[in-house]
């Protein structure tokens, strides 16, 4: 049966650790010469902009031998009322898998239920998945585990986070997220995550509202952007919201010697992160996004295997 990744949800524990180890194998240059996807072609179907997904992907289906087609939906007929559920049939016909990036995640779920191969999320409204597992491989590959590292996310409670909420809870990472009043992650995700965690025994999620309470003792500090893409209504009133929600080097002090600093990028240097910190010795920003890549080949790897 065909394997969907249209959230953290679809892989078991199991699945994600053996992952982050194949991603780790492929960045080392192991099986450079192996090419799974050797004549297939692969669709990337993006609503929205996009630098790290479209290009880690591009490149990474390059690397496994196989070819990537972009399209956008005004491209496609769907930008004249095509259903998706003709799309996805027909498409179905061509090409081995697809990845999508949309703003509602049902549009998604949908593609997914017509579409007779793997699609993965490549960013919806409410789920980043392949940012997540980026995201996991560089703390891995930083701490040494994931199991037991302290996490906290600083700022809204978007796509993103929703995102680190589900991988948190998968891998037994303590998650603590400071969101201000209405800007946390989605209600029904924290309460299946923490649901998980129960039966599990392994993990924390906490949500608070201080970041300096969240920031104490983390071993990773996380932020991303204030207004996702899709959502700029109400933009400055939600800054004003967020503005005590920086990560910068005074919220830096609260958490460890060797704390590392993410942040999915685009950043709005300024906004939810500052220069100094982007920048500093403790940001492995670049190194996440170039995981974008290697784990994007591990997953491709093993959902068309
Ligand atoms: N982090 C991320 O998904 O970046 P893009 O929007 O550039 O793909
Ligand atoms: N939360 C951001 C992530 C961009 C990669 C957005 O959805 O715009």
């Known amino acids: 049966m ?6 953290l949800w ?3 524990t199991k699945e ?9 194998q492929l960045k080392s240059g192991k099986d450079v010469n192996k090419c799974p996807l050797l004549g297939k072609s692969i669709g990337l ?3 929205k902009p996009s630098t790290r997904t479209r290009i880690s992907f591009e490149v990474g289906i390059y690397q ?3 070819q990537a087609i972009y399209l956008t939906s005004k491209d496609l007929q769907m930008g004249r009322g095509e259903s998706i559920a003709d799309t996805a049939k027909v498409l179905s016909r061509y090409l081995s898998a697809m990845i999508i990036r949309t703003y509602k995640h049902s549009t998604l779920e949908e593609f997914a239920i017509h579409f007779s191969h793997p699609v993965i999320n490549g960013l919806s409204d409410s789920h980043h998945p392949c940012q997540a597992l980026a995201d996991l491989m560089t703390i891995y590959e930083s701490k040494g585990r994931l199991k037991g590292v302290n996490l906290t996310y600083i700022g809204d409670g978007n796509n993103v986070a929703n995102s680190l909420v589900e991988a948190s809870a998968k891998t037994g990472i303590n998650l603590s997220l400071a969101c201000p009043e209405g800007f946390e992650p989605s209600h029904y995700i924290l309460k299946r995550a923490k649901d998980f965690i129960s039966e599990r025994g392994e993990g924390k999620i906490s949500l608070l509202r201080d970041p300096s309470e969240a920031a104490t003792m983390a071993d990773v500090l996380y932020t991303d952007v204030w207004v ?5 209504e109400n933009t400055e009133e939600k800054k004003s919201k967020l503005k005590g929600y920086q990560l910068n080097s005074d919220l830096l002090k609260y958490a460890k010697k060797d704390v590392i600093v993410l942040h999915c990028l685009p950043a709005h240097r ?12 403790n940001s492995l920003v670049l190194q996440q996004a170039e995981n974008r890549l290697h784990t ?8 068309l295997k």
Do not use: N, P
């Not at 065909?2 to 959230?7: I, Q, S, V």
């Not at 994600?16 to 780790?24: C, S, W």
């Not at 300024?270 to 010795?281: A, F």
């Open 2 to 7: 065909k394997r969907d990744f249209l959230t």
């Open 45 to 47: 179907l993006f609503e």
């Open 10 to 12: 679809d892989l078991s």
């Open 64 to 66: 496994l031998g196989g």
């Open 296 to 303: 994007e080949k591990a997953l491709l790897e093993f959902l």
């Open 270 to 281: 300024g906004e939810e992160i500052t220069d100094e910190v982007i920048d500093g010795e």
């Open 16 to 24: 994600i650790e053996y992952l982050i180890e194949r991603a780790l």
């Open 228 to 232: 996702s893409m899709g959502q700029e």
